[in-house]
Structures are given as C-alpha cells and as structure tokens.
C-alpha cells in the first residue's frame, strides 16, 4: 500500500503542472464551456489513478516479466527461439500499450474511420516487434548500433518517400506512441538482461540501452507498408470540436466504461497467456513469485481501464478545446508561446521518463545525475511542442521541412560525434519522451489548434507532433553525451569502473 500511496503522490505531481496549465488558460486566453472543466478535473483523477496502479502493476509484473524473458534469452543457445520470443513479445506488449491505442483512436477519429484504428494498432505492433527481434539479435551478435539504428532509419525514410504526407506524420508519430508506460519498462528491462550476459562490462553498460530506440523504428516501417496499400490522400481531416462536451457531468465516463474494459480485456490477455505458458516451460518460478507477477498484470489491467476512461471522457476532450480557443483568438504568439510552457511541463508528466532517467544514473553511478537529463529533455520537448505549433499557425510548413534536417542533425551527431554510450541512451530518450501525457493532450491540443487555424489540415497538420517529441530529446541527449565527453577529457569528470 506505501508503495502504491507513493506513485499515487508521483503521478500527482506529474499532472498537476498541466492542470494549472488548463486552468491559467480557462479562466485567461480560452475559457472552456459548460462543465468541460470539472469533467477534465473528474478525468484527470481517473488518469492519475490510473497511472499510479498501472505503475505499481509494471513494477511487480511487467518489469520482473522483462528480467526474466532476459535471462531465459540468455540462457538460450538457439537464435531462432530468442527472435520468436522477441517477435511475440514486441507485438504483443505494443498492441497493449495504451499510447498506441490513443494514437490508433485519433486517427480513426479525424480521418472518419477511413483509417480503422484496429488496423493501425496491428501495424504499429507488427513492426515494432519485428524490429525487437533485430534489436535483440545485434545485442546477442554484437552488431554495430550505429550501423543497425542507421539503416532502421534510413529504410524508414526511403520508404516515406513514396508515402502521403499525413501517412508520413502518423508514421513518425507511431515510433513514439510504441515507447510508453507499458513497453518501456519491460524493454529496458529485457535489454539490461541480454547485456547482463557480456563479460566485457563496458559493452554490457552500452547494450543496456538502444533496444527502445531501434523498435521504435519498427512502428513507422508499419504504418509506411500500411499506405502502400490504403491511400489517404484524398481525406479531408477534421475535429468536431462544437459537439464533444455533453450535458451531463458523469455521463461520457460512465458511457465509456463498457467498451473500455472489453478492449483493454483483449489487449491484455495475451500478455497474461504469455506468462502463464513461460512460467509452465520456461521460467519455473516459486509460486509466490509467480502469483505476485500475475496480480502485476491485473493491476496493469485496471489501471489500464481508469487511465482509458479518464482519457476519452474527459481530458483529451479540453485539450481539444484549449487548443481550439488559444488559435481562434488569431494570436499566434500566444499560441506557439503556450506550445513551448505544455513541452516543458509535458516532460515532467511521463512515467517512463523517470524509469529511463534513474537507470541511466544507476548505470553510470551516479555520474549522469537524473535532473541533468531532465533538463535537457525538457528543452528538447519544449522545442518540439513549439516548433510543432509554428507548423499549424504558418501556412507552408511542412512536417518534412523539421524531420528530414532534424534526422540529418541526429545521425551526424551519431556517427562523428556522440560517445558510443550516449547513442543508445539518446534514441531511447526520444522514444520514452513520448508517453501518455503527450500522445493525449499534447496531440489533442494540436487538433484542436489547426482545426481552428482556416489553412490548416487536422489529419496532416495535427500528427507529426509526438515525432517531433521523440526527435528533439534525441538531439539533447546526444549534446550531453558531447558536453559529459569534453567534461571527462578535460578531467572534470572523474571516470571510475562504473562509467
């Protein structure tokens, strides 16, 4: 219960920034009608709730679900065994994680369901756990993570070339709403096994990290491949913003629930399965260990669920809004300024985050203090939310004209620049930056803001915002992997076995 009351009073003090955010504009720049407030405040509740359970479900089932797989992988002397595993896995987790299910919900929603959102979900799922396997295989190989990452990438962008632009931006945003609350932690866990293997404590130190950021990769290649067969470019997006407030204050929470629990159900069950039949053939574990790793998963379940309602009813709904009311007021000032506050109070609301942040200060021995990183996350996002904003307010600014100059900048600084250690550690920021907080109301906040703006395109317009999340941090940490090297060479930096 301690531990429970405690990621309560964290997930609390994530939201609580967006929320004065929401209020500050309310009662300023774009008052919210009818009871659209007190439902974002009931949503926000059921969001904080159920972000807490959830994390108190990933610790006790996910994250020892993740060492184990680790371990029995590393046990394994058969390649084709450790990439079924990790193809199961990748696709199982991914079409669970609630991020995906957002995002896949969205797009569903502006493109009229044109683009079904179960269709999305099974492609975003299928590529991330085919690119797991890859992930996995040049830890268990030893292959170059600059060569594997650059040719993820590379092939990524070769593909987008022939893709619709809205195709392309839904894409990018997939590799980012792949990487959530739910995969994070199983994956950095599953990494930090697999490395935990080398003799060589150096490579092991730099493998606990990059296995995030190369099946992010995965859930762009799946949506590419998905629009070589699904043209969209004759759909016109739109947010119907006028009719998403109800009448009644419980009314769309409690409309949500059955659907809710009956989807999360099937996304989950095979997560359940997964471990019951390990735990039969492989893993072997005490009946005690067992048990608590299954009320893990039913306590991921629940808070699954709360988290949900909490999103679709009530927060994703004033997020619209706010971004509908600060762009109709034609201060595109105001608009992109209030962009650049949401990214840098957005970073300090992803659970995964503070997971990716403690383990890179674990692993470095406390070299790399966590709020470091955290500070250059948050210029990262924050760039990112704003320069995603610029976008909507200026007509002729394309998401391209960000992502192409912005991936050239990454992978220069990769391959010439950035210490070996910190590559990993940078794609797998970008990818953790991305988490519930911005695939709901960061995203909703764009479609509200260019359903608004009269040149600007919700479906085209709006997405590409969680990729350039997942960008910017990439290009921060790589920086701090620059200014930490110069630091060490200049003997500022006392390197010890640990580093």
Do not use: C
């Amino acid at each position: 219960m301690n531990i429970l009351m405690h990621k309560f009073k964290e997930v609390l003090a994530a939201v609580a920034p967006v929320a004065i955010f929401v209020v500050i504009l309310h009662f300023t720049a774009a008052p919210l009608p009818g009871v659209a407030l007190f439902q974002f405040f009931i949503g926000a509740l059921f969001i904080i709730t159920g972000l807490a359970i959830l994390l108190f479900g990933v610790d006790i089932g996910i994250l020892p679900l993740g060492d184990n797989m680790g371990l029995m992988l590393v046990k394994s002397n058969k390649l084709w065994f450790v990439l079924i595993v990790g193809l199961l896995v990748g696709f199982f987790i991914n079409f669970a994680e609630p991020d995906v299910a957002v995002l896949a919900s969205e797009v569903a929603s502006v493109s009229g369901n044109m683009i079904p959102a179960l269709i999305i979900r099974i492609v975003v799922a299928m590529g991330a756990g085919t690119l797991l396997t890859l992930g996995i295989t040049r830890i268990v190989k030893n292959l170059s993570y600059r060569l594997v990452i650059a040719l993820s990438y590379g092939a990524a962008f070769f593909i987008a070339i022939f893709a619709s632009a809205d195709m392309a931006a839904i894409a990018f945003d997939a590799s980012g709403a792949a990487t959530g609350a739910i995969t994070v932690p199983l994956v950095l866990a599953l990494s930090a096994g697999l490395a935990s293997s080398k003799k060589d404590s150096k490579s092991a130190e730099e493998d606990s990290f990059g296995l995030v950021g190369i099946m992010a990769s995965g859930a762009v290649f799946g949506v590419l491949i998905l629009n070589l067969f699904l043209k969209t470019d004759n759909i016109d997006g739109a947010k119907d913003i006028h009719n998403i407030v109800a009448d009644s204050l419980l009314e769309p929470f409690i409309a949500e629930i059955p659907g809710v629990a009956f989807e999360t159900l099937a996304a989950t069950l095979p997560i359940f399965i997964m471990l019951v039949i390990f735990q039969i053939t492989k893993f072997h574990l005490p009946l005690k260990a067992f048990r608590k790793m299954f009320m893990g998963l039913i306590y991921v379940y629940i808070g699954l669920v709360l988290f949900f309602i909490g999103v679709y009813a009530g927060f994703m709904n004033v997020g619209n809004m706010i971004g509908y009311g600060l762009a109709l007021n034609g201060d595109r000032l105001l608009l992109v300024g209030s962009a650049f506050v949401l990214g840098l109070l957005i970073i300090l609301t992803e659970p995964a985050v503070y997971v990716l942040t403690h383990q890179i200060e674990n692993i470095t021995n406390g070299y790399i203090k966590r709020k470091t990183v955290l500070i250059f996350l948050a210029a990262g996002v924050s760039f990112a939310v704003g320069l995603s904003m610029l976008r909507i307010a200026v007509p002729g600014v394309m998401f391209w004209h960000y992502l192409l100059p912005g991936f050239v900048i990454v992978f220069i600084l990769a391959f010439f620049f950035t210490p070996k250690m910190f590559r990993g550690i940078a794609f797998d920021s970008g990818a953790v930056a991305s988490g519930p907080m911005t695939v709901t109301f960061v995203l909703a906040f764009s479609q509200g803001a260019s359903e608004a703006v009269e040149h600007s395109n919700v479906l085209t317009d709006s997405f590409g915002i969680i990729a350039m999340v997942t960008m910017m941090p990439v290009i921060a940490l790589q920086l701090l992997g620059i200014i930490y090297n110069h630091k060490l060479k200049k003997g500022r930096i006392v390197k010890n076995d640990g580093i």
